[in-house]
């Protein structure tokens, strides 16, 4: 059975980068594609960028200008980087794959 | 953006009776394909988001037929046909043509 595995560091000054990594055990990435989506503690879900089958990469226009995501078919991975953080960023980041499979969310906090 | 609107946003609901939310678009979810790109995800207190129903009413792998999802252009419902205690949690729609997708406010299942 396909699952995701994600992890990154989950407490950041503002203005530092978020960075999280996802992987996939028991299976491969290759037929899915890549998404990323956060959730502010108690509050709801925004798609933040994927990654689709021919490898372009689309975004949150909200988020365009910080964020960027990667994905390693060779590794089974996923990569998200999202720049100049704010108290506004905290959230529990997931990675999924095609919304299907998701990870298990990294909450970061971002706090001076 | 489009706009996913669910109502209500809080279900108390009866063990064993059943239950429905409703979602609305902003705009029709009908792709060029001719499939409609409305999702359906269950999140229970303290986990992960988990994909429910694709595409309007397809159930996905080892979702209970108590589940089921309707509607077509820009209103659709999710039903439970019994509830059950393992059903409370967080149910959010989403749209998956427009970039960037999104996601209703969440409608809060309660016993």
Avoid at chain 1, 45 to 59: D, K, P, Q, R, V
Avoid at chain 2, 94 to 109: E, S
């Amino acid at each position: 059975q396909v699952q995701v595995q994600q992890w990154g560091a989950g407490l950041l000054k503002p203005s530092e980068t978020l960075s999280l990594t996802c992987a996939v055990s028991g299976g491969s990435s290759s037929s899915y594609y890549w998404t990323w989506i956060r959730q502010p503690p108690g509050k709801g879900l925004e798609w933040i960028a994927e990654i689709t089958h021919s490898g372009s990469t689309n975004y949150n226009p909200s988020l365009k200008s910080r964020v960027t995501m990667s994905a390693d078919t060779s590794k089974n991975q996923s990569s998200l980087k999202l720049t100049s953080v704010t108290a506004a960023d905290t959230a529990v980041y997931y990675c999924a794959l095609e919304f299907y499979v998701w990870g298990q969310g990294t909450l970061v906090t971002v706090s001076s | 953006d489009v706009v996913m609107t669910q109502s209500p946003l809080s279900l108390p609901v009866t063990l064993g009776q059943p239950a429905a939310i409703s979602c609305r678009s902003s705009q029709s979810l009908v792709y060029s394909d001719g499939d409609t790109y409305l999702n359906w995800f269950q999140q229970r207190p303290g986990q992960s988001p988990r994909r429910l129903i694709y595409k309007v009413s397809n159930r996905d792998s080892g979702v209970p037929d108590r589940f089921s999802g309707s509607g077509s252009g820009t209103d659709f419902t999710l039903k439970i046909s019994r509830v059950e205690a393992e059903d409370v949690g967080i149910y959010y729609c989403m749209q998956g043509i427009y970039r960037p997708y999104t996601f209703g406010q969440g409608t809060k299942l309660e016993i």
